[in-house]
């Protein structure tokens, strides 16, 4: 790759329309350069151009899937062995989220690197609320983001989203769910 070109679009004028080409390549860098740093001897391992190379391949192709999902794996990963940086991953997220809004898929990873990593389960469960209005998304969003939101202490959203849940569910399953939900946290409150 020309590592010395730093400002995505430059790089997206002078690919010439190869752009999906390149962003290939930038891809495969963007994995080699996190598996050197990883695997590398050194003591303090720096992971400082993995993101300058993900939004690289990402500007030069805005629908690289693969690139923005573990893109963000490979960024919120825990130091040593990933960057840490969850602002980073979300950031990538983000991008992701607006050149494909119809992809309930990033708003889910999202949430994820805010409950796994930043350990905060009221973010997570904001994530997956916006991933669960996406047409075609999965009907356990809901559920897991009223778990979350419960784990998270706020009791009266998950309890609203419980009850919301329960009377509008198209499937038994999901009121069953519901209605658990809604007992375990009268169970807490006793």
């Known amino acids: 790759t020309v590592d010395w070109i730093q400002s995505p679009q430059l790089m997206r004028r002078l690919a010439l329309s190869f752009d999906t080409l390149l962003a290939d390549v930038y891809w495969i860098r963007s994995v ?7 695997l590398s001897s050194e003591k303090k391992k720096e992971y400082g151009r993995l993101f300058p190379l993900l939004d690289m391949t990402t500007t030069l192709d805005p629908r690289f899937n693969i690139a923005y999902r573990f893109g963000a794996i490979l960024l919120s990963e825990g130091y040593p062995n990933g960057a840490g940086n969850t602002e980073q991953a979300i ?10 809004p119809e992809k309930w898929q990033y708003l889910h990873d999202a949430g994820f690197v805010e409950y796994w990593w930043n350990k905060d389960p009221n973010a997570a469960a904001k ?29 009266r959203t ?28 009268d169970a807490e409150a006793a």
């Not at 080699?32 to 990883?38: C, E, S, V």
């Not at 950031?91 to 050149?99: S, V, W």
């Not at 997956?128 to 939101?149: K, N, Q, T």
């Open 91 to 100: 950031a990538l997220l983000e991008k992701a989220i607006k050149e494909m």
């Open 32 to 38: 080699q350069y996190y598996g050197d740093t990883k």
């Open 127 to 155: 994530w997956l609320l916006r991933a669960a209005d996406v047409p075609g998304s999965p009907s356990w969003l809901r559920p897991v983001a009223a778990g979350m939101l419960a784990e998270g202490g706020d009791e």
């Open 158 to 185: 998950s309890r609203a989203l419980w009850t919301e849940l329960e009377a509008s569910a198209e499937h038994d399953w999901l009121r069953q769910a519901a209605r658990r939900g809604l007992m375990q946290l």
